[in-house]
C-alpha cells in the first residue's frame, strides 16, 4: 500500500474531522493529489484536490466553505480538514495521486489509491 487514509470516525452534525493521507514507499510531492467519497450504492465523487506545491485547491460545490485541503511534501501527507459536517457526508474517503502536477476532478486521472477511511455523520 502506498498511500493510507485514516482519521475517520463517527461525529455529530455540526462537528469536526481532520482526515490525513500518509505516503510510503515513494514520494508524492509532484504529483497532484485528490480527497474523494462514496456513500453505500453511489459512485466514487470528488470532494477536493490540490496541486503539487499546494498553490492551488478546488472544491466540490457540496463541501466548498467547509472543507480544506492542504498538504506538507516534507511529510509526504496530504490533509482534508472538514468543518461542519452533514449526515449527507457520511461516506468512505479516499485520497489518490493524479498522474499530474495539478490534478482533476475525474477519479480516472488518478493512479495511485489508498484504503478508504470512515466517515459517519449522525443527525
Known amino acids: 500500500v502506498q498511500l493510507q487514509a485514516y482519521g475517520g470516525g463517527l461525529v455529530q452534525a455540526g462537528g469536526s474531522l481532520r482526515l490525513s493521507c500518509a505516503a510510503s514507499?515513494?514520494?508524492?510531492?509532484?504529483?497532484?493529489m485528490g480527497w474523494f467519497r462514496q456513500a453505500p450504492g453511489k459512485e466514487r465523487e470528488f470532494v477536493a484536490r490540490?496541486?503539487?506545491?499546494?498553490?492551488?485547491?478546488y472544491y466540490a460545490d457540496s463541501v466548498k466553505g467547509r472543507f480544506i485541503i492542504s498538504r506538507d511534501n516534507a511529510k509526504n501527507t496530504v490533509s482534508l480538514q472538514m468543518n461542519s459536517l452533514k449526515p449527507e457526508d457520511t461516506a468512505v474517503y479516499y485520497c489518490a495521486a493524479n498522474l499530474g502536477a495539478i490534478g482533476t476532478n475525474s477519479p480516472g486521472t488518478y493512479k495511485y489509491w489508498g484504503h478508504g477511511t470512515q466517515v459517519t455523520v449522525s443527525s
Open positions: 490540490i496541486s503539487w506545491s499546494g498553490g492551488t485547491t
Open positions: 514507499r515513494r514520494t508524492f510531492s509532484n504529483n497532484g
